[in-house]
């Protein structure tokens, strides 16, 4: 409103005088300038104020001065959860983390006689429902836990809420989102910080593949492969999914676990672990023809960047689809020349 002001008290009388004229002009888009990048400073300092307010610091972390990250482990049948847990829970452990194991709730309830095959399509709608209830409170038990840690906490998930939609119809899955308030963005994306997908034995590995280690389990090779597709598709579209494979041995591919859990929370690992592959992104010049593409998902994202002179990247995530959202907030480190991430869900609330 200043520069309006000042364009018509000083400008109104110009006619002829263009130097004048032009002097003035770059005086008042300096002028608009400053303002631009104070009103953003300051949008920025209010924001950092207000992540401080609600407990988050810089590096991502609580006031409580420690860091919660909740990842989810899936995959097919054989696919070496299990191991996989307790290879990443002595890992952090040795780093100085706390290490909550969430039960897989499937395993628990199948346990108890459950069959599918002797299940009614009723029967087996009604089951996931109270499945995907179970798996909530069971998290959100761990997650609340891991809160009021007072050192970094690591919450590893035995699968996850997703893995519920494999084992229905979409038009079923859709049905149960609808009847309990639910939504894919919210359950998907905004529970967990990363999800890895760990392709069964039964692809690559078939020589390993066994059914002796875990009494619910009875599938054959086939049907093996099957569920591993159908789990793998049901979290495509969260942020940072990573799928683990049979490309060598099983040693390799506990390492590649934990470097990707490594990667996302900004732990340098250094020697201990083989390094692990860079993420590439590709700038095209028109949108590709999505028909031959395999089953994905689109989403709306935006990046808003938080700079200030002497302070390290900062930036904010909104990110969703279907008018549902969820929020992120990053800070880009730099240790011992190493360039680090770190992460955290926010609220719509600190976003705004």
Not at 142 to 164: P, T, Y
């Amino acid at each position: 409103m200043e520069c309006e002001k000042f364009a018509r008290e000083r400008l109104g009388p110009l006619r002829d005088s263009s130097r004048e004229f032009f002097e003035l002009s770059r005086v008042i888009h300096t002028t608009l300038f400053k303002n631009i990048c104070r009103n953003l400073l300051f949008k920025s300092f209010r924001f950092a104020r207000k992540m401080s307010e609600n407990g988050i610091l810089e590096n991502g972390a609580s006031k409580g001065h420690h860091q919660v990250y909740r990842v989810a482990l899936t995959g097919g049948p054989c696919a070496g959860k299990t191991t996989s847990q307790a290879r990443i829970c002595t890992f952090f452990e040795n780093l100085g983390w706390k290490v909550f194991r969430v039960p897989e709730a499937a395993t628990v309830l199948l346990g108890g006689g459950v069959k599918f095959k002797d299940l009614s399509p009723e029967q087996s709608f009604r089951f996931q429902e109270n499945l995907l209830k179970t798996i909530i409170q069971l998290e959100n038990t761990f997650f609340d836990l891991a809160e009021a840690c007072n050192q970094n906490c690591l919450v590893i998930c035995d699968r996850g809420v997703m893995d519920a939609s494999a084992f229905l119809t979409k038009e079923q899955w859709q049905t149960l989102l609808k009847k309990n308030d639910w939504n894919n963005v919210k359950l998907r994306d905004e529970r967990y910080n990363q999800v890895i997908h760990l392709v069964t034995a039964a692809k690559g590995a078939e020589a390993f593949y066994q059914l002796g280690n875990n009494k619910t389990r009875s599938e054959g090779l086939a049907l093996a492969r099957d569920l591993d597709d159908k789990a793998c598709q049901a979290w495509v579209g969260h942020p940072y999914f990573d799928v683990i494979g049979n490309s060598a041995d099983f040693n390799d591919k506990l390492s590649r676990i934990i470097s990707a859990v490594c990667a996302k929370v900004g732990i340098d690992i250094k020697d201990r672990l083989d390094k692990d592959s860079k993420k590439r992104k590709f700038l095209v010049s028109k949108p590709p023809n999505f028909a031959k593409f395999p089953p994905h998902q689109d989403f709306d994202v935006q990046h808003d960047y938080l700079a200030a002179a002497g302070s390290p990247q900062v930036r904010i995530r909104k990110r969703g689809q279907g008018g549902h959202f969820t929020y992120s907030h990053t800070v880009r480190l730099i240790v011992e020349d190493q360039t680090v991430e770190r992460r955290k869900i926010i609220s719509s609330r600190d976003y705004q």
